[in-house]
């Protein structure tokens, strides 16, 4: 009897040690550490090398992208500038009877080419030289394979001052070639007019592009590109009309020239066929 009464005793105590140890409160987050190791001076510089390659990656990127458009464009230039200069020479060689002034205007726009080839000749070796090793010059695939790239050629004029000069020359050499054949216009033509007009066009891209320039020269590329538009919408029309104009002007007389030699070549048949018909 005394032990069966115990019984209930024991499952009661049970029951009380399952009940605390249900109701026993979740431990406590432990307090940190009040003395924190500092990290090695090895995994400091290994991090600082990772954050350093991983800022160089974009830029080795947009360097390799800006000497790819670069070397393509430089090497088309120096082909047109080799084309121009046996121009040159046959014009000097050829047209004699032409007055100083006119050869002289010409030397000048061989010098005004010759300057622009040559100050995209700089950039590039500058370009060379500062931002990429020598070892990656000559990956001319790795250049080409990204030329694409618009935002790193956006990013070009920020660099040097070489690469936003090179405009003042382009806008130059343009204004002077249009305003060379906006004379040949007048002479074929004798239309003022016409001339006016082109002149007019072109004096508004020269504007336009100048404004253009000191806004690159003054690093707001924003507000330079609203002058990028007009400028090229003024060079356009203004070379459209010009050159469409010289192509009238040139054909008119040769048609005008062929109408007689129609007529003189359509006689013999009028003859042959009234023979037949007589006979």
Known sequence: MPSAAAKPTSKSSKSKSSSTRAAKPAPVASKPPTHIQKPSRKAKDTKESDDSSDDSEPETVMQTCILGAWDLSVCSCLFLQGVLCAQFTNYMTLNKRNSALMKLFVAGLALLTALKNLQSLVGVFYGLKTYVDLHRTIMSIQNVSTFGYLEAGSNLWRK??????????????????????????????????????????????????????????????????????????????????????????????????MRPTRSNCNHPQLLTSGDTAGE
């Open 160 to 257: 040097h001052w070489v690469w936003k000069t090179i405009q003042i020359l382009e806008t130059a050499t343009a204004f002077y070639v249009q305003m060379f054949f906006g004379r040949r216009l007048w002479a074929i033509s004798r239309n003022a007019y016409l001339v006016i007009i082109c002149v007019a066009l072109f004096l508004c891209g020269l504007v336009s592009g100048i404004v253009g320039i000191v806004e690159v020269l003054r690093n707001t590329l924003e507000s330079s590109t609203r002058w990028v538009g007009p400028h090229l919408a003024f060079v356009l029309c203004g070379d459209l009309l010009l050159t469409g104009s010289i192509i009238f002007c040139l054909l008119v007389p040769t048609l005008t020239s």
